[in-house]
């Protein structure tokens, strides 16, 4: 399974980005995926999570009320719409696929559970 990002680039703040996570294989939609940030600062930390049905979705404190995460299973291609974007956000965005096939979700995620990965799009949220 190959895992493309896209749709990052260079904002200002309170500005609104959309990234997508395409998947090449259909079976990405038996599994849940995840969205990472990561930054010189902080590492690669838990952004948002959806499950493989679409129904049930977790953020990060950082996001919540800011971000939202959907797919769509008929395009294999998950998304992450981030409004009001702070220069906090500022990272390099990267999907990845969980390991078990149709299972349950949590609240947060370390990258080192992961079993696929994209390679990242840069997101750049200026002052």
């Known amino acids: 399974v190959q895992l493309q990002a896209s749709g990052g680039g260079l904002v200002q703040a309170g500005d609104s980005l959309r990234l997508s996570c395409a998947a090449s294989s259909r079976t990405s939609s038996d599994y849940a995926i995840v969205w990472f940030r990561q930054s010189p600062e902080k590492g690669r930390k838990f952004v948002a999570v959806?499950?493989?049905?679409?129904?049930?979705?977790y953020y990060s404190d950082s996001v919540k009320g800011r971000f939202t995460i959907s797919r769509d299973n008929a395009k294999n291609t998950v998304y992450l719409h981030m409004n009001n974007l702070k220069p906090e956000d500022t990272g390099k965005y990267y999907c990845?696929?969980?390991?078990?096939?149709?299972?349950?979700?949590?609240?947060?995620?370390?990258?080192?559970?992961?079993?696929?990965w994209g390679e990242g799009t840069q997101v750049t949220v200026s002052s």
């Open positions: 990845a696929q969980d390991r078990d096939k149709r299972g349950q979700i949590y609240s947060n995620y370390a990258p080192l559970n992961m079993d696929y």
């Open positions: 959806i499950n493989w049905r679409g129904d049930l979705t």
